[in-house]
């Protein structure tokens, strides 16, 4: 008769994906209509917890998010970080 060991297996489980910070946060907190600065400060906390705030930020710029608070900036920011960006492209194509 023979006896089966089992070895745990080589692979590596799988790692859990990282959650945002904003998962279970009032989603409010990030698109009231007139953001106070109190709640801009509160959702900015919450994104400079999160472990998804480069992604958050550079798909709110992708696909043009006008309002909120996405990965840590305000709509004025990201449109701000925009123009910077545009004026650096066309500096660097002179």
Known sequence: MRTIVRTPSST???APK?????AKADPELFFAHALSTLQIA??????ATC???????????????????WGGLTEDERRSLKR???RGHVASAA
């Open 18 to 22: 990282p959650r945002p910070a904003c």
């Open 12 to 14: 590596p489980a799988a």
């Open 84 to 86: 910077r960006a545009v």
């Open 42 to 47: 509160r959702a900015k906390a919450i994104c």
């Open 51 to 69: 472990p998804l705030v480069a992604s958050c930020l550079e798909g709110a710029l992708e696909r043009g998010e006008e309002y909120g608070v």
